[in-house]
């Protein structure tokens, strides 16, 4: 055998498809792997013209092929990009499955006279197995790549939950405190103020009686005796004494008085036994929010009041709405630098309920806006707020199938308005 019979013997047997065209496409030339696939295309196996053969695929390759005519270079086709050029089959060597090959297919200049390229061989290239592969990979990598975003997402709804949680663990802490306090505070506030309202009477019954020993001392005219009583009285300060002494114990009484005030608001605003759902008058968990937080707004803010004279009670939380309460209360005075107004307007329709909570403070920005809801997204400085605190009043309105909408202006304020419909216990369970 001749060489040159031995090399058309390889190329006839190549596990690569060889076909070489000339100007007009038409095949000059191609070996085993094109014409015993032939079989499966649509068309007559002694067609001789390549664009004919392959009509789907005519427009490219007659683009391909006329680059390689007209630019004297190589040119190719990937299997990224166009997967099935030729309508071949592959397959697999495992299951012998039948499924459409993917290509790589190289056209280069193959003849060439006078700097004229008179034919072009396209050298195809089964890449089925690779293909499959990579698609597989990539199929892989997208199913874990869906699967850590889920995740992801898992995990920050239950870092959020458990952190709600531990919020509202918090405020049941706080509730078990207030009722403790409550309780042992009270008994020592009871005496002392009986002790107090005591100890003014005997100090009205006392300055009594001096006040008639003085009056029997001037009667008695007794030069020395009245000297003797001036001198004492002056140097005991005793008409300061009488004077300031009554101020001294109202004021006592008035600060006790405060104290159980403080207390009472305390363990109305935590309502230890308010987990669960239950009527409850919205304007008196706000005013005893209002005491709760005081001192970090009366430095601040005055506090402007615009109530609906007739309010129906809410079917609610109580002790959860008063965390969003204190939550809008404590931001809205936070985004006063100097002072400021904080309005609070409630209203109510048959439907359903408003409570809009408005300050005169720095307002948020427009990108931000977008993002105040989210858990853990603050502008405030670090040490100064979790970022938790709207994202559980979002939180809490939403359980109790409400809304929280919010309004602001850079540098003027910002309003949120609560909108609570009126449940019934029948909607709840």
């Known amino acids: 055998m001749s060489n040159s019979q031995l090399l058309q013997k390889l190329a006839s047997r190549l596990p690569l498809g060889i076909c070489v065209v000339d100007e007009l496409y038409n095949i000059v030339y191609w070996n085993d792997f094109f014409s015993d696939r032939l079989s499966s295309v649509a068309g007559d196996k002694q067609e001789k013209n390549l664009l004919t053969l392959f009509?789907?695929?005519?427009?490219?390759?007659?683009?391909?092929?006329?680059?390689?005519?007209?630019?004297?270079?190589?040119?190719?086709?990937y299997w990224e990009h166009r997967p099935h050029v030729f309508d071949f089959s592959s397959s697999r060597p495992i299951t012998g499955e039948e499924t459409a090959m993917y290509?790589?297919?190289?056209?280069?200049?193959?003849?060439?006279?006078?700097n004229q390229v008179k034919t072009v061989c396209l050298i195809v290239q089964d890449v089925t197995?690779?293909?499959?592969?990579?698609q597989a990979q990539k199929s892989l990598s997208e199913q874990l790549e869906h699967e850590h975003a889920s995740l992801s997402l898992l995990n920050r709804k239950l870092e959020t939950a458990q952190n709600q949680l531990l919020q509202s663990e918090k405020m049941a802490a706080i509730g078990q405190l207030a009722a403790g306090v409550a309780h042992e505070i009270n008994n020592p506030i009871g005496f002392v103020n009986s002790n107090l309202?005591?100890?003014q009477d005997y100090n009205n019954k006392l300055l009594k009686l001096l006040s008639f020993y003085q009056k029997l001392t001037k009667k008695i005219g007794s030069p020395p005796y009245f000297l003797l009583e001036q001198d004492m009285l002056k140097r005991q300060q005793f008409e300061f004494i009488s004077s300031d002494l009554p101020d001294?114990?109202?004021e006592s009484i008035e600060g006790l008085e405060r104290v159980a005030v403080i207390v009472k608001s305390l363990k109305s605003f935590s309502h230890v036994d308010s987990s669960d759902w239950q009527y409850a008058n919205v304007i008196e968990g706000i005013e005893n929010t209002l005491k709760i937080a005081a001192n970090q707004?009366?430095?601040k803010a005055v506090i402007v009041r615009n109530y609906q004279e007739i309010l129906p009670e809410l079917y609610c939380q109580p002790m959860q709405l008063n965390q969003v309460f204190l939550n809008l209360l404590v931001n809205a005075a936070q985004a006063i630098e100097d002072k400021g107004e904080i309005k609070i307007d409630v209203s109510a329709t048959d439907a359903e309920f408003?409570?809009?909570?408005?300050?005169?403070?720095?307002?948020?920005?427009?990108?931000?806006?977008?993002?105040?809801?989210e858990p853990f997204y603050t502008t405030k400085p670090v040490g100064t707020g979790t970022g938790l605190g709207l994202s559980l009043s979002y939180s809490i309105v939403q359980k109790h199938k409400g809304e929280i909408k919010v309004a602001s202006v850079l540098g003027e304020g910002t309003s949120f308005t609560v909108i609570l419909p009126i449940l019934s216990p029948e909607s709840i369970s």
Request: aromatic content about 14%.
């Open 55 to 77: 009509p789907q695929a005519a427009k490219f390759l007659q683009k391909k092929i006329n680059s390689v005519f007209v630019l004297n270079n190589a040119s190719f086709s």
């Open 103 to 114: 290509q790589n297919i190289e056209f280069f200049p193959l003849d060439i006279e006078d």
């Open 129 to 134: 197995e690779l293909a499959s592969y990579y």
């Open 197 to 199: 309202q005591s100890l």
């Open 248 to 250: 001294l114990i109202n």
């Open 297 to 299: 707004i009366k430095y």
């Open 354 to 373: 408003y409570i809009v909570i408005s300050d005169t403070g720095s307002g948020i920005a427009p990108q931000d806006m977008r993002k105040i809801f």
